[in-house]
């Protein structure tokens, strides 16, 4: 049907009608759940009073690093080299551009899902010389069904105060007009600033393997929020 250009069109009525109220809710969910990962990072470095020394001892401690890393197999999910660099150092007195030692460095990032091993491994990469380990850092993985699972929590949550807030009224709801997704994401996606292992053991240490180290996984919070519009049945006031 058209509608002449000269007839005055209906006018919105966003806050709903005697014959058709509507009502808008908040739906909330707060999941702790225990992480499904833990992320270490690994600082590998050297230092030499000529290039080449300094940056065949990073390659060496690098190698280490990676065949130690790799050696847990499955347990290891992703392993990545995320920076490398070799610098010079200056002397600070005297003229002219004179190197006083070079410094080199690796940082890596490995990712895990079996914490017995991250336990074990953390340990014995910070053993190593000039290894630093920070970290862990605990999360649930991008696409982990807890993410839906609050999700759909949070628009229960708003059918049923909806439903509350119509109870009171002595009717009920009618239909859903506007359902809006707000949110459902970690609080704290890497969990709270954790502690800094590090070792810097002297070249050629040797000894007994230290023991693996107890690490309590950090639980995970998951809030989702939705914004929800029903009409109502009109109520008899």
């Known amino acids: 049907m ?15 009608t005697p014959e058709a109220p509507r009502v ?9 759940v225990e992480p499904e990962i833990a992320r ?35 347990a290891v999910e992703r392993l990545e080299t995320g920076h490398f660099s070799l610098t010079p150092e200056l002397t ?11 410094h080199g460095a690796v940082r890596l990032t490995a990712e895990l899902a079996d914490f017995t091993a991250l336990g074990e491994l953390t340990t014995r990469l910070a053993d190593l010389e000039l290894t630093r380990v920070d970290g862990p850092w605990w999360a649930l993985r991008p696409g982990s069904p807890v993410h839906r ?8 949550e708003a059918v049923q105060r909806a439903r509350e807030y119509a109870e009171a009224l002595g009717t009920s709801l009618a239909a859903l007009v506007e359902l809006a997704d707000i949110g459902a994401e970690n609080a704290e996606p890497y969990g709270r600033a954790p502690g800094r292992m590090r070792a810097m053991a002297a070249p050629g240490a040797a000894g007994e393997a230290a023991a693996p180290l107890a690490l ?3 639980r995970q919070h998951v809030r989702a ?7 109502m049945v009109p109520p008899q006031l």
């Open 92 to 102: 600070a007195r005297g003229r002219g551009e004179r190197v006083r030692t070079y």
């Open 149 to 156: 699972k609050a999700r759909q929590q949070a628009v229960r």
């Open 225 to 231: 929020q939705v914004n929800a519009r029903f009409t």
């Open 2 to 16: 058209t509608i002449p250009a000269d007839e005055p069109r209906a006018a919105a009525t966003p806050y709903g």
């Open 24 to 32: 808008a809710v908040r739906g909330e969910a707060h999941l702790e």
């Open 216 to 218: 309590e996984p950090e």
């Open 40 to 74: 270490i990072g690994i600082s590998v470095a050297a230092r030499g009073k000529d290039r080449r020394t300094a940056l065949e001892d990073l390659t060496r401690r690098n190698a280490a690093v990676l065949e130690l890393v790799t050696s847990y197999g499955e």
